[in-house]
């Protein structure tokens, strides 16, 4: 467990990384991560498992289009657990459980039915499929190169954050309070238990 979460601390470190300069196309160097968006200082680039090395540039963006992916994935995960610290839907999740009979943080994944389930796998399962889910035309920002440069970086920064935040998040469910920081999961903010 311990090597798991220093591994996941290792790999969101990754994210705190900075171009020094901009990168040269030649013939010998056509592409180099090393000069990408999401690169920040004072770390400049950050991989310790070389998993950039020899890539090309297809690759890399895969690898970048999953982080970003990842990373608002964690933002809305983040938001999920401290909303509902303090707030439930009215209403029901399925045909007799309450929006507030759902137990908190990873507790909630036993309650939620089975077709429940089905139906989350299979619209995930479909945006996987289809590839486009965010990929909008209306609402692009028009923006010139190096403003949109420095929005990409902020928002894998925040979604780099975001996954260690998840990850704590996580850690502190599942110790139960043995972590001497309680069973409440949001240890900052007591008016929320009040």
Same mark, same amino acid.
């Given at each position: 467990?311990?090597?798991?979460?220093?591994?996941?601390?290792?790999?969101?470190?990754?994210?705190?990384?900075?171009?020094?300069?901009?990168?040269?196309?030649?013939?010998?160097?056509?592409?180099?991560?090393?000069?990408?968006?999401?690169?920040?200082?004072?770390?400049?680039?950050?991989?310790?498992?070389?998993?950039?090395?020899?890539? /090309?540039?297809? &690759?890399? @963006?895969?690898?970048?289009?999953? !982080? *970003?992916?990842? %990373? =608002?994935?964690? +933002? $809305? #995960?983040?938001?999920?657990?401290?909303?509902?610290?303090?707030?439930?839907?009215?209403?029901?999740?399925?045909?007799?459980?309450?929006?507030?009979?759902?137990?908190?943080?990873?507790?909630?994944?036993?309650?939620?039915?089975?077709?429940g389930w089905a139906q989350i796998l299979v619209t995930i399962g479909a945006i996987e499929k289809k590839g486009v889910l965010g990929d909008?035309?209306?609402?692009?920002?028009?923006? /010139?190169?190096? &403003?949109? @440069?420095?929005?990409?970086?902020? !928002? *894998?920064?925040? %979604? =780099?954050?975001? +996954? $260690? #935040?998840?990850?704590?998040?996580?850690?502190?469910?599942?110790?139960?309070?043995?972590?001497?920081?309680?069973?409440?999961?949001?240890?900052?903010?007591?008016?929320?238990?009040?």
């Open positions: 467990m311990k090597f798991a979460l220093f591994a996941s601390l290792i790999a969101g470190a990754a994210a705190f990384s900075s171009p020094s300069q901009k990168a040269s196309t030649t013939a010998l160097n056509a592409f180099d991560a090393k000069q990408q968006v999401g690169v920040i200082n004072p770390t400049g680039f950050f991989d310790p498992f070389n998993l950039s090395r020899n890539k /090309d540039e297809a &690759t890399f @963006a895969r690898y970048r289009a999953v !982080e *970003l992916k990842h %990373g =608002r994935v964690c +933002m $809305l #995960a983040v938001i999920g657990y401290v909303v509902q610290e303090a707030y439930r839907f009215p209403g029901e999740l399925a045909f007799g459980l309450k929006f507030a009979d759902v137990p908190n943080g990873i507790d909630a994944l036993t309650v939620v039915p089975v077709l909008f035309e209306v609402g692009k920002p028009d923006l /010139d190169p190096e &403003t949109l @440069a420095k929005r990409q970086t902020q !928002e *894998l920064q925040n %979604g =780099r954050l975001a +996954m $260690l #935040a998840f990850m704590e998040l996580l850690r502190h469910d599942l110790s139960n309070g043995a972590d001497g920081l309680g069973e409440n999961l949001i240890t900052g903010f007591p008016f929320l238990y009040n």
